[in-house]
């Protein structure tokens, strides 16, 4: 989006474990974009030297520097930058009441850095008032990319399956978080409902083995299906095979998964609080007011028996129009627009 209005150059710092060794360190996109991949250990003080002269380098040459979530932040702690800051920020750490130690820290960290940039931006409401407080700036509110899919070839609504399964779905990591053990136990309660309910669940993480596990646990070992982490137009096929999209989070600060799976015309079933709560239209989604399985399976019934539910064509017209990259785009301009400016004053 940003390069078809402007020359980006991309500076990925990650550890010497996350970088593919077969990756090249320098290399352009489809589209263009310069990305450089960078070695960052904060604790090896050659890794530092070599991330500050990168940076330093970059500055000189660039109009505007735009940071992308909490963890870009701490390369920044090398410099003073000498061009307009803008800074993204999506990190869900920010809206937690009772964050982990590591999230703790990482957030009393990055609260200091939000008075630095000369533009702020949050991808969710939720997330832009958890930082007000720590900002000395006015906080833009500019959603996430979403894929889109097509017009073509749409998820089945639930009443086509014609008695076989009702083959839900949820994207997210394997963590408590994203509440996989939740849909799980919402199948179970499904099916003692006499509704022959299955689970896809993509994505990876730690509650792999006690997915296995309850899966066993309940009799639903035929019913679970665990691809793991896939690419990208893989989900997009796993979306369109089938009929209802479920995901009991915690929080979002924006929700990618529930807009991804609406591009594909399925009906939602969500929890928590965030940004989806604001999108998610009644036509096309359930909130289950608890994160339990029988809550979620009442959520589920009500959904997929409302006559008045959208087709898949219409939950995917929804979302064309509500996550149209033009509009993104333009917030974008008008945010380099206001730095750009606020280096004139």
Same mark, same amino acid.
């Given at each position: 989006?940003?390069?078809?209005?402007?020359?980006?150059?991309?500076?990925?710092? #990650?550890?010497?474990?996350?970088? $593919?060794?077969?990756?090249?360190?320098?290399?352009?996109? $489809?589209?263009?974009?310069?990305?450089?991949?960078?070695?960052?250990?904060?604790?090896?003080?050659?890794?530092? =030297?070599?991330?500050?002269?990168?940076?330093?380098?970059?500055?000189?040459?660039?109009?505007?520097?735009?940071?992308? #979530?909490?963890? !870009?932040?701490?390369?920044?702690?090398?410099?003073?930058?000498?061009?307009?800051?803008?800074?993204?920020?999506?990190? !869900?750490?920010?809206?937690?009441?009772?964050?982990?130690?590591?999230?703790?820290?990482?957030?009393?960290?990055?609260?200091?850095?939000?008075?630095?940039?000369?533009?702020?931006?949050?991808?969710?409401?939720?997330?832009?008032?958890?930082?007000?407080?720590?900002?000395?700036?006015?906080?833009?509110?500019?959603?996430?990319?979403?894929?889109?899919?097509?017009?073509?070839?749409?998820?089945?609504?639930?009443?086509?399956?014609?008695?076989?399964?009702?083959?839900?779905?949820?994207?997210?990591?394997?963590?408590?978080?994203?509440?996989?053990?939740?849909?799980?136990?919402?199948?179970?309660?499904?099916?003692?409902?006499?509704?022959?309910?299955?689970?896809?669940?993509?994505?990876?993480?730690?509650?792999? !083995?006690?997915?296995?596990?309850?899966?066993?646990?309940?009799?639903?070992?035929?019913?679970?299906?665990?691809?793991?982490?896939?690419?990208?137009?893989?989900?997009?096929?796993?979306?369109? =095979?089938?009929?209802?999209?479920?995901?009991?989070?915690?929080?979002?600060?924006?929700?990618?998964?529930?807009?991804?799976?609406?591009?594909?015309?399925?009906?939602?079933?969500?929890?928590?609080?965030?940004?989806?709560?604001?999108?998610?239209?009644?036509?096309?989604? =359930?909130?289950?007011?608890?994160?339990?399985?029988?809550?979620? #399976?009442? #959520?589920?019934?009500?959904?997929?028996?409302?006559?008045?539910?959208?087709?898949?064509?219409?939950?995917?017209?929804?979302?064309? !129009?509500?996550?149209?990259?033009?509009?993104?785009?333009?917030?974008?301009?008008?945010?380099?627009?206001?730095?750009?400016?606020?280096?004139?004053?």
């Amino acid at each position: 989006m940003l390069q078809s209005a402007h020359d980006v150059t991309v500076l990925h710092f #990650a550890k010497s474990g996350d970088l $593919d060794s077969e990756e090249p360190r320098c290399s352009r996109t $489809d589209s263009g974009i310069l990305v450089k991949r960078i070695e960052f250990n904060p604790f090896r003080a050659a890794s530092v =030297r070599r991330a500050r002269r990168a940076l330093v380098r970059e500055l000189n040459n660039s109009d505007v520097l735009h940071s992308m #979530a909490m963890h !870009s932040l701490l390369p920044l702690l090398l410099v003073r930058p000498n061009v307009p800051w803008i800074h993204t920020e999506h990190w !869900s750490g920010l809206m937690q009441t009772k964050p982990a130690l590591k999230k703790r820290i990482g957030r009393s960290l990055l609260v200091r850095f939000l008075l630095r940039p000369d533009v702020l931006v949050a991808v969710g409401h939720d997330l832009a008032a958890a930082m007000k407080d720590h900002a000395r700036v006015q906080i833009r509110v500019i959603p996430n990319h979403v894929s889109l899919g097509s017009s073509d070839g749409l998820a089945e609504p639930p009443e086509a399956r014609n008695g076989s399964p009702l083959r839900m779905i949820g994207v997210g990591n394997l963590i408590a978080h994203k509440g996989p053990l939740l849909a799980l136990d919402a199948v179970k309660e499904l099916r003692v409902r006499g509704i022959a309910a299955e689970l896809t669940w993509v994505g990876k993480g730690p509650l792999e !083995s006690a997915m296995v596990e309850r899966s066993k646990e309940l009799e639903l070992a035929n019913c679970l299906h665990l691809p793991g982490q896939v690419e990208p137009n893989l989900v997009s096929n796993l979306l369109r =095979r089938s009929h209802l999209f479920i995901l009991p989070t915690h929080s979002e600060t924006f929700g990618v998964a529930f807009a991804e799976a609406l591009g594909q015309g399925l009906p939602v079933v969500a929890t928590g609080y965030g940004e989806h709560l604001d999108f998610l239209p009644p036509e096309a989604s =359930r909130i289950a007011p608890q994160r339990t399985g029988s809550v979620l #399976a009442e #959520a589920v019934i009500s959904l997929i028996s409302d006559s008045r539910r959208w087709s898949p064509a219409e939950i995917s017209s929804y979302a064309q !129009s509500r996550f149209a990259e033009q509009g993104r785009r333009d917030q974008y301009a008008s945010a380099y627009s206001e730095a750009l400016c606020k280096e004139c004053e």
